[in-house]
C-alpha cells in the first residue's frame, strides 16, 4: 500500500507503475498538482487545456504550509519555491483612512505575538506569475503531455467498460481509467456528478492589479510610503487596511507592486480574470458608502499611476457547497475550484485545491488500477468535511476583515488578520491518506454516510460535527456581523 514518515523524500520513481491512465482537464492549480503528484505514484497522465496556452498572469494568492509539504519530493520544484517565496517578509496595518494601528514588524515576528512558531508559518503569500512558473517548468521536465485548445463541453462515463471521458468543442473525445475535473467554477462535469450549484452575487467584487515596482517612479511621495521593509529595503512588505465593510492590501517586493481592494459591486465587474477597467472607475466608486472617512489619499494615488488595462474587476459569488464530488460510477471526480469554491477572504482557495490532488493521486496509487472507484470516493470521504469547514472560515474572515473592533486589535493585533488555524496548516494529505485509507475505504464499503464515520480522526476542528449550510443564511450572518461556526475547536 505504501507509507510515508515526516521528511521522507520519494521522488518520481519511486512508486512502481500502477496502469492507471488519467485524464485531466485544466492547467489551474489543482490540475498542474495533480499531474505532477500522479506521476510521481506511477500514474499515467495527460491533460487538456482549453486556451491555447496556460495563463501565468496574475496578482497573489496564499499558499498554506500543508499545500506545500508534498514540496519535499520534487528537489528542483522545492528549489524554486524557496528562491521565488517572501520568507523575509513584513507587515502593517492601518485604518481605511490611513491612519496607522500596527507598526510595521516581520511577518515571523507576527506569528509569535500569535502564540505560533516562527520558524514555521502557516503559509505565505506567492504571486501567481512566479508560482505557475515554477510549476510548468517541473511539467516540462517531467515530458507531461497537454493538449492545448481542446474546450470541454461534456463529460461522460462508461461503468461497463470501466472507462471516462470528455468531448470537447472540436467533437474530439478524449477517454481513460479516470477523469479528474480540475476546470474551476461552472466545471461541466458538475451536471454530471450531481448538477450545477446555485451562485448568488455576494454583492462584492475585488479591484486587483499586479505591474512592474517602476510605475511608482511617477510619485516619488508614494514610492517613499511603499518602500520596502527591513534595514536595507530590500525586503518585501505587505500593508493592510481595514474599514467598514472593506479591505485592500498592497504588497510590495523587488520587481513587483500589487493591489487589492473588496468593493460593494459597481455595476462594472464580471468574474472573469480577464476583464479589467481604468483607474477612474475605481477613484468614482471607493468611497461610497464609507460616510466622513473616506479612502486612505496614498492608496488614491496608487489607483491613479496604476497602468492601463492592469485593474481586474472580479465580481465575487456565493455558492452553496457542492453536494457531490463523483460521478456515480466514480470514474469521474472534481477538484478545487470545481468541487469547492472559495472567497479571497479564505485564504484557502489553493492551498485546498493543492491538498485535493495530493489526496487523490495518493489515494489512486494505495487503491490500485482494481479500485478506482473505491479510492476516489474514499478520497471524498477525507476532503469534503475539511473544504466544508475551510470553507466556512472564508465567511469568517469575511467578517473579521470588514468589521474590524479596533479597541481589540489594538490589544491583540491578530484580529486584523484572517484566521489561519492549526487544523489547516499542520494537515498533511498524503500521510493521511496513507493512515487512514483502509479504516474510510472500509466505512465507504459498508455504506457509512460520511458524517456518522468514527473510525478516523477528523482532518478538520476537532469535535466539530458536520452540519449542513447555504449561502443565504451565511450571507446574513457575515453582514450581521454574527457568523457562527459550530461547534469545536476551530482555532
Not at 471516462?164 to 461552472?186: H, P, S
Not at 530590500?234 to 523587488?254: F, I, K, Q
Amino acid at each position: 500500500m505504501g507509507s510515508l514518515h515526516d521528511g521522507d523524500c520519494k521522488p518520481v520513481g519511486s512508486y512502481p507503475p500502477s496502469g492507471i491512465d488519467i485524464l485531466i482537464v485544466g492547467t489551474g492549480l489543482a490540475g498542474l498538482t495533480a499531474s505532477l503528484e500522479c506521476v510521481r505514484k506511477g500514474h499515467n497522465v495527460r491533460i487538456i487545456e482549453r486556451h491555447d496556452d496556460i495563463n501565468t498572469a496574475g496578482d497573489m494568492y496564499f499558499m498554506g504550509h500543508s499545500a506545500t509539504k508534498f514540496f519535499r519530493h520534487w528537489p528542483e520544484l522545492s528549489r524554486e519555491y524557496d528562491l521565488i517565496s517572501m520568507n523575509n517578509a513584513w507587515i502593517e496595518t492601518f485604518k481605511h483612512d490611513g491612519e496607522r494601528m500596527i507598526t510595521p514588524l516581520k511577518v515571523a515576528e507576527r506569528l509569535r505575538q500569535a502564540g505560533m512558531d516562527p520558524n514555521t508559518p502557516p503559509g505565505a503569500f506567492q504571486m501567481r506569475p512566479l508560482i505557475y512558473r515554477m510549476y510548468l517548468n517541473e511539467v516540462q521536465r517531467q515530458g507531461i503531455e497537454i493538449n492545448f485548445g481542446q474546450r470541454v463541453v461534456d463529460y461522460y462515463e462508461d461503468e461497463a467498460r470501466q472507462k471516462a471521458g470528455v468531448v470537447t468543442d472540436k467533437g474530439e473525445r478524449f477517454e481513460a481509467d479516470i477523469v479528474i475535473a480540475a476546470d474551476g467554477v461552472g466545471s461541466k462535469c458538475q451536471k454530471l456528478v450531481g448538477g450545477q450549484v446555485r451562485a448568488m452575487s455576494a454583492g462584492r467584487a475585488m479591484w486587483r492589479a499586479a505591474f512592474p515596482i517602476d510605475h511608482l517612479d511617477k510619485n516619488p511621495k508614494l514610492k517613499e510610503f511603499l518602500k520596502l521593509g527591513g534595514e536595507n529595503e530590500d525586503e518585501p512588505m505587505v500593508r493592510t487596511w481595514l474599514g467598514p465593510g472593506t479591505y485592500a492590501m498592497v504588497l510590495t517586493r523587488r520587481e513587483t507592486c500589487v493591489w487589492i481592494i473588496n468593493h460593494d459591486v459597481t455595476g462594472t465587474e464580471e468574474e472573469n480574470w480577464n476583464h479589467t477597467v481604468e483607474s477612474d472607475d475605481v477613484l468614482n466608486n471607493m468611497d461610497k458608502g464609507l460616510g466622513p472617512h473616506p479612502w486612505d489619499s496614498r492608496i488614491k494615488e496608487l489607483v491613479k499611476l496604476t497602468p492601463p488595462k492592469t485593474i481586474v474587476n472580479f465580481e465575487l459569488f456565493w455558492r452553496d457547497p457542492q453536494p457531490s464530488w463523483n460521478s456515480s460510477g466514480a470514474r469521474v471526480v472534481l477538484i478545487g475550484d470545481a468541487a469547492h469554491s472559495f472567497l479571497p477572504a479564505s485564504g484557502n482557495g489553493a492551498t485546498q485545491a493543492i491538498e485535493d490532488a495530493v489526496s487523490l493521486a495518493t489515494c489512486l496509487q494505495i487503491g490500485g488500477k482494481q479500485n478506482v472507484p473505491e479510492a476516489v470516493r474514499t478520497h471524498v470521504r477525507f476532503r469534503f468535511v475539511r473544504c466544508s469547514c475551510a470553507q466556512k472560515m472564508g465567511f469568517s474572515n469575511a467578517e473579521r476583515l470588514q468589521h474590524p473592533d479596533w479597541q481589540k486589535v489594538k490589544v491583540n493585533p491578530k484580529l486584523a488578520q484572517p484566521k489561519l488555524p492549526s487544523w489547516i496548516w499542520k494537515h498533511d494529505p498524503e500521510q493521511y491518506a496513507y493512515e487512514n485509507y483502509e479504516k474510510m475505504a472500509d466505512a465507504v464499503r459498508k455504506g457509512v454516510p460520511f458524517d456518522q464515520v468514527d473510525t478516523v480522526p477528523p482532518n478538520y476542528p476537532p469535535g466539530y460535527k458536520y452540519e449542513p449550510w447555504n449561502i443565504e443564511d451565511m450571507q446574513k450572518e457575515v453582514e450581521n456581523a454574527t457568523v457562527y461556526m459550530g461547534a469545536g475547536n476551530w482555532d
